[in-house]
């Protein structure tokens, strides 16, 4: 497979740099460390994610906004704010089940733009900040995210004829 030349970043503020004033995100960090290499490689990384982004959100404009950028690899970090709910245990703001339903419709449509496409595992979160978040009546889990992470992985296994599974 050749190597990209526009690699697409499509998540939610985990992706986008919120609370990192250090270097902004992984995105972020990732493209200071490609911009160091030395060499004939240059790939331009956008980061495309968006604070508060779901699944659903990713499906409204991932596509034209690949297309745009001429990406030729994509990087998914979804399914935290998915597996997050609101007011009570089970108000998922993305179900299970459409949840799995919106990642094979993501990837779908991704293999229309390039064959090259990377999903990121979820990490857990601090639930003594999450359950709920100070700002708003949400609430975050490690055993929903964990959920989520296995819905992920066993999309990917069963759609995907290779797959990566970024841990980070």
């Known amino acids: 497979m050749p190597k990209p030349k526009s690699i697409c970043v499509f998540g939610d503020s985990t992706a986008w740099g919120a609370w990192d004033l250090e270097k902004g995100g992984w995105v ?55 597996a997050s709910y609101e007011n009570k245990p089970g108000n998922y703001l993305v179900a299970p089940e459409k949840f799995k339903e919106n990642l094979k419709e993501i990837i779908k449509r991704s293999k229309e733009i ?42 990917c296994n069963k759609i995907m004829s290779y797959f990566w599974i970024w841990n980070y």
């Not at 200071?32 to 331009?44: L, M, T």
């Not at 982004?53 to 030729?72: C, H, M, P, S, W």
């Not at 595992?121 to 708003?136: A, G, Q």
């Open 28 to 82: 972020n960090r990732l493209w200071f460390h490609v911009a160091q290499r030395n060499g004939d490689y240059y790939v331009e990384i956008y980061n495309c994610s968006v604070s508060g982004g779901t699944t659903e959100t990713i499906l409204e404009r991932f596509e034209n906004e690949a297309k745009i950028r001429n990406a030729d690899a994509l990087i998914f970090q979804t399914g935290g704010n998915d």
């Open 114 to 155: 390039t064959d090259n496409i990377i999903f990121m595992d979820l990490k857990n979160c601090d639930e003594s900040k999450t359950m709920p978040v100070s700002w708003i009546d949400i609430y975050y889990t490690n055993e929903n995210i964990k959920k989520y992470s296995e819905i992920i992985q066993e999309v």
